[in-house]
C-alpha cells in the first residue's frame, strides 16, 4: 500500500499498516469506525472523524473518544508485537493523537495481540453460569488507565439491579426519541451487499432472527418493530442471562478521561476474549446525560461518573464478526 508524502508516493511499511489496521479493529457506536488515520514514516496519527458523530445519542462525543481510545490501545499493543516503542505521544485540541515510533528489540510482545483479530461483541443470551473464580481474578487484575475506576457487579446484587434499571429506562428514553431511533435504524444494515458498500454500521445478521431482506425495507419493518415493551423484555432476558455487569467510570468525564476508558475497556474486553468469556454493551444509560447524573449519584462510588457497561457470561460457538473499512478509505494525508 502507497500513502503520499509531500507530492510523492510512498510505500508503506508492513509493520506500519499492520499497525494501522489493528488500529482499525476497534468497536465504535453503531460501528461508525470515527476516525481517519496518517502515518509519516513511524509517525502515526489516529484523527477523529467528527463527520461520523452520532448527534442524536452521542451530542458531546463521549463515546466517540471512547472508541477512539479503543483504537489507541489496539495501536499499543500492535506496535509493541512488531518490536516498537512509543517514545513520544501528541495529544492535539482536536482530540487527534500523533504516536512517534521507534524499533525497540527489547520491547516485549503483547500476548494480547492475536485477540485484536478475534473480538467481537456477542449479542446474544448467554447460558446462565457465573464466570469461574480463575476468570474473575483474571479480569479484576487488569490495571485501568489513571483516572479510570472498573466495578464487577454480580447478576442480582443491589449495584447490578440499579444499574439494570437505568439501562431499560435508557433503552426506553431512547426508543421514544425520534432522532435518536431513525439514527439507530440508519446505521443498520439489512444485507451483505449494504454491508459491503459501506463497511460499517449495524449487520442485522449478528441480530438473529432477521432474514435479509433490503434496506428500505428493513428499515420500513424496523421502526414498526422496535418498540420499548419488546426491546426492554428482550434486553432483561439476555441481562439475566448474564453472570455479571461491569461499569467502567472515570473521575475525569472529559474527552482525555474517556480516551483512557476506551483504553481501558478494550483492554479488557481483549482479556475477556482470551479467557472465552462473551461480553456485549449497554450504553443505553450513559447516552442521556440527566439520566447518567442521577446514576452517579445512586450508586456508591463517590464523584466517579459512569461512561460504559458490558454484561459478561459464557456462550456457545463464535459470534459473527461486523465489518471494517479497508485502510486505503480511512488513510489521509
Known amino acids: 500500500m502507497e500513502y503520499l508524502e509531500g507530492n510523492k508516493k510512498k510505500e508503506m511499511d508492513l509493520d506500519v499498516r499492520d499497525i494501522l489496521l489493528s488500529a482499525g479493529q476497534a468497536p465504535s457506536p453503531h460501528n461508525i469506525q470515527p476516525w481517519v488515520f496518517m502515518a509519516n514514516d513511524y509517525s502515526l496519527t489516529i484523527i477523529p472523524d467528527k463527520r461520523k458523530s452520532l448527534k442524536a445519542s452521542d451530542p458531546n462525543n463521549r463515546q466517540l473518544f471512547v472508541s477512539m481510545g479503543c483504537a489507541i490501545e489496539n495501536l499499543s499493543i500492535a506496535a509493541a508485537t512488531r518490536r ?199 450504553s443505553q444509560p450513559f447516552e442521556c446525560s440527566t439520566l447518567a447524573k442521577r446514576l452517579m449519584y445512586e450508586l456508591p462510588y463517590g464523584n466517579e461518573a459512569p461512561v460504559m457497561a458490558l454484561r459478561l457470561g459464557y456462550a456457545q460457538g463464535q459470534p459473527l464478526k461486523s465489518l471494517r473499512h479497508p485502510l486505503s478509505s480511512i488513510l489521509v494525508g
Open 84 to 282: 516498537f516503542e512509543i517514545v513520544r505521544t501528541n495529544m492535539m485540541n482536536n482530540g487527534a493523537y500523533t504516536f512517534d515510533l521507534e524499533h525497540n528489540y527489547r520491547v516485549t510482545p503483547d500476548p494480547l495481540y492475536p485477540m485484536i483479530a478475534e473480538r467481537r461483541v456477542d449479542r446474544r443470551k448467554y447460558d446462565g453460569s457465573r464466570l469461574t473464580q480463575q476468570h474473575l481474578q483474571a479480569l479484576s487484575d487488569i490495571t485501568p488507565e489513571y483516572g479510570v475506576r472498573m466495578h464487577m457487579l454480580p447478576i442480582g446484587n443491589v449495584e447490578a439491579d440499579i444499574l439494570t434499571r437505568y439501562i431499560l429506562d435508557g433503552n426506553k428514553r431512547q426508543l421514544e426519541t425520534p432522532e435518536v431511533k431513525r439514527e439507530l435504524i440508519n446505521a443498520m444494515r439489512f444485507n451483505l451487499g449494504d454491508e459491503l458498500k459501506t463497511h460499517d454500521g449495524l449487520a442485522t445478521r449478528l441480530m438473529g432472527g432477521v432474514p435479509p431482506m433490503p434496506g428500505w425495507l428493513g428499515r420500513f419493518l424496523m421502526g414498526m418493530a422496535l418498540s420499548v415493551k419488546s426491546q426492554n423484555a428482550s434486553m432483561l432476558k439476555h441481562i439475566n442471562s448474564s453472570s455479571h455487569l461491569v461499569l467502567f467510570n472515570t473521575v475525569s468525564d472529559n474527552m482525555t478521561g474517556w480516551v483512557s476508558l476506551g483504553r481501558t475497556l478494550q483492554r479488557f474486553m481483549l482479556v475477556a476474549t482470551s479467557l472465552g468469556v462473551s461480553f456485549s454493551f449497554l
